[in-house]
């Protein structure tokens, strides 16, 4: 089965620094799609950012950015400049890609992250 | 443009009691989802439908049934509702399976007693 693990139930960072997210999965597969996820406390699920696994380059999307390491299987997640509206829950999820199309998400169990003033 | 609508936002229910967890999506998906959200557990899928017509069993689908009733909406529903229930539940939607990125609704809080 596929597994994706967060290490860190929380964190906690000051606004205006950087806070790195770790995501490790475990796959025997060689095609698939890794996200992540962010939850604020509307509960709305907001994806982030995504990374093709057959790509070398790391995804960015303005202060997101990822660090995927395929051989270690790890998605970091780095935001940079943190806002306060940057706190909330993130859920690392990857999908395996097949022929006909993919199988579903599997999500981490999150991260929650705090940005102080 | 509403994206993917959800209701209730809230539920109590006592245990034995049924109710339907209604989603619908405006966005002309094809496939549509339903997890469930515990503390600690991230999100885990119950059912899904491919396409208009299918439905397929997710990672924890005992205790709910689903159908989708047109292109547009999937419902979830409970029978007979076990404390072991209580979740937050979120509908999702996806243009096709594997088009690989998800919207979802604002969830249901639900609480069986």
């Known amino acids: 089965a596929q597994t994706v693990t967060q290490s860190q139930p929380e964190m906690s960072v000051q606004e205006a620094e950087t806070v790195t997210l770790s995501c490790t999965y475990d796959?025997?597969?060689?095609?698939?799609?890794l996200f992540w996820y962010k939850q604020p406390p509307s509960r709305q699920m907001i994806l982030v950012i995504r990374?093709?696994?057959?790509?070398?380059q790391n995804a960015t999307e303005n202060r997101f950015s990822v660090n995927f390491q395929k051989a270690a299987k790890s998605f970091s997640l780095k935001i940079s400049d943190s806002q306060l509206g940057d706190t909330a829950m993130y859920f690392c999820?990857?999908?395996?890609?097949?022929?006909?199309?993919?199988?579903?998400?599997?999500f981490g169990k999150g991260t929650k992250l705090t940005v102080n003033p | 443009n509403a994206g993917v609508t959800q209701t209730p936002k809230f539920q109590v229910l006592k245990t034995g009691q049924s109710m339907t967890l209604q989603c619908a999506q405006d966005m002309n998906h094809n496939s549509m989802y339903w997890y469930r959200q515990d503390p600690g557990m991230g999100l885990r899928l119950i059912y899904y439908s491919a396409s208009e017509g299918t439905t397929d069993k997710g990672e924890v689908p005992n205790g709910y049934n689903v159908s989708r009733l047109n292109k547009r909406e999937f419902s979830l529903r409970l029978e007979s509702a076990a404390p072991s229930q209580t979740s937050v539940y979120f509908c999702?939607?996806?243009?096709?399976?594997?088009?690989?990125?998800?919207?979802f609704g604002s969830g249901t809080q639900l609480s069986v007693l």
């Open positions: 990374q093709e696994a057959y790509k070398q």
């Open positions: 796959t025997s597969e060689n095609n698939y799609y």
């Open positions: 999820a990857f999908t395996i890609l097949h022929k006909g199309g993919s199988e579903k998400l599997v």
């Open positions: 999702a939607s996806e243009l096709r399976e594997g088009s690989e990125k998800l919207f």
